[in-house]
């Protein structure tokens, strides 16, 4: 890795020119097998393949041809290959809970041999200890340190909050990755199903009790993994925060990662710019989210999981990408991929409260990181405010920072 000065203030998330080290991930587009050169707006000759070329004029049923419509605006990110994560995050300070190991782990992993301070933040200090010593074997030295939470208890949330607040002046990144899946049906230490009270309750109160040292830094990112599997979560039971949803551990695995979402875009709206939250998922990835899914639910699913982990699941370097991607590219903040700008009437890029990044591969299970859609659930904005209520009420964050 080449070294460099620090950075100048308010230059973003690049440091240097486009060329130079230090530059942005995303400053370099890597070729894909779809896209073998950047459209940079200008409408100059370019080589177009067969179907272009068959389709570059239509012959009309009354006579006459018309010409093709003009290329899409160009989204970076859609156009990323490979993510190499910025060479220099030094000064930086960043959070990812449920850093012990799988994805959690390669994220603070890369994060800390990029140069930033990364705090692990998880519940059993033999593992975090172990975890903080191989990203040093991996990166010496790299700033690790350990920060005990219990994420189903809002009294240690409160209290690893606290202590953050006292070792750190300022949090860049807060990467709310932990999570239980399928566990045997349970409750948290405040009484709530433990899927939500723990994947989502938990960092609801987490990010309100850091948010001042979020709004203290230049520029604060807040990103909340999610899942695919947000898209078959119920509504009508997402806010009953004490039962599982129709008595199913799968679909209160469901209903949890649908309320990441909903919490991530809804965290983007009210920070009005003065923080950006953002969501990702990892695809099918190896983890041991999946390797710890316990009773009933691990020998219903356990062949399923095992057959399917060895023919499609990435490793959780790669699921970690589009995560990586969300925390630290500057294009993870540019416009709608789903719609061309335009350019006439001087419309602007505005992703608030949409930013939501996994693999580009089938499916979305694997593959280099790309915006994706999330689902009409979780793009519901009544939807969102509601959580966010019952959240506050469940919680007593309230997160009086946003007005």
């Given at each position: 890795m080449q070294t460099q000065a620090p950075r100048a203030r308010g230059d973003g998330w690049s440091s240097g020119p486009a060329t130079g080290p230090g530059r942005h991930a995303t400053d370099a587009v890597a070729r894909t097998p779809h896209s073998s050169e950047r459209w940079d707006g200008n409408p100059?000759?370019?080589?177009?393949?067969?179907?272009?070329?068959?389709?570059?004029?239509?012959?009309?049923?009354?006579?006459?041809?018309?010409?093709?419509?003009?290329?899409?605006?160009p989204f970076a990110d859609d156009l990323v290959g490979e993510l190499t994560v910025v060479d220099n995050l030094s000064g930086?300070?960043?959070?990812?809970?449920g850093a012990s190991s799988g994805l959690g782990?390669?994220?603070?992993?890369q994060l800390a041999g990029a140069g930033a301070r990364t705090l692990l933040g998880c519940r059993n200090?033999?593992?975090?200890?172990?975890?903080?010593?191989a990203i040093r074997r991996a990166h010496p030295g790299a700033r690790v340190e350990f920060v005990h939470m219990d994420l189903a208890s809002l009294e240690s949330v409160e209290e690893a909050a606290a202590e953050i607040a006292d070792r750190a002046g300022e949090?860049?990144?807060?990467?709310?990755?932990?999570?239980?899946?399928?566990?045997?049906?349970?409750?948290?230490?405040?009484?709530?199903?433990?899927?939500?009270?723990?994947?989502?309750l938990g960092h609801f109160a987490l990010t309100g009790?850091?948010?001042?040292?979020?709004?203290?830094?230049?520029?604060?990112r807040v990103v909340t993994v999610s899942s695919l599997v947000h898209r078959v979560a119920l509504r009508t039971?997402?806010?009953d925060f004490k039962i599982l949803p129709r008595g199913s551990n799968w679909l209160g695995y469901a209903r949890s990662k649908l309320a990441n979402l909903l919490f991530a875009f809804e965290l983007d709206r009210r920070a009005g710019g003065r923080l950006h939250s953002l969501a990702a998922h990892p695809g099918f990835a190896r983890s041991e989210l999946v390797a710890r899914t316990q009773g009933a639910s691990r020998r219903a699913a356990g062949p399923v999981l095992r057959q399917g982990t060895r023919l499609f699941a990435q490793s959780a370097d790669q699921g970690a990408q589009p995560i990586l991607f969300a925390a630290t590219a500057k294009a993870a903040l540019g416009g709608d991929p789903q719609r061309p700008l335009r350019r006439d009437a001087g419309e602007r890029p505005d992703r608030t409260g949409t930013r939501f990044f996994g693999p580009r591969g089938p499916g979305g299970l694997r593959g280099a990181p790309t915006a994706t859609a999330a689902s009409a659930a979780a793009r519901d904005r009544a939807l969102?405010?509601?959580?966010?209520?019952?959240?506050?009420?469940?919680?007593?964050v309230r997160y009086p920072e946003l007005g």
């Open positions: 100059g000759p370019r080589t177009p393949s067969r179907r272009r070329d068959r389709n570059r004029c239509r012959v009309r049923p009354g006579g006459g041809a018309r010409p093709a419509l003009p290329p899409p605006e930086r300070t960043v959070l990812v809970t782990l390669a994220v603070a992993r200090a033999a593992r975090a200890q172990a975890a903080a010593a949090l860049d990144v807060l990467v709310n990755n932990a999570g239980v899946m399928a566990p045997p049906p349970g409750q948290s230490a405040d009484g709530f199903e433990l899927q939500i009270g723990t994947n989502h009790q850091l948010l001042p040292l979020l709004l203290t830094a230049e520029a604060p039971e997402l806010t969102a405010a509601q959580l966010w209520e019952a959240s506050v009420e469940a919680t007593g």
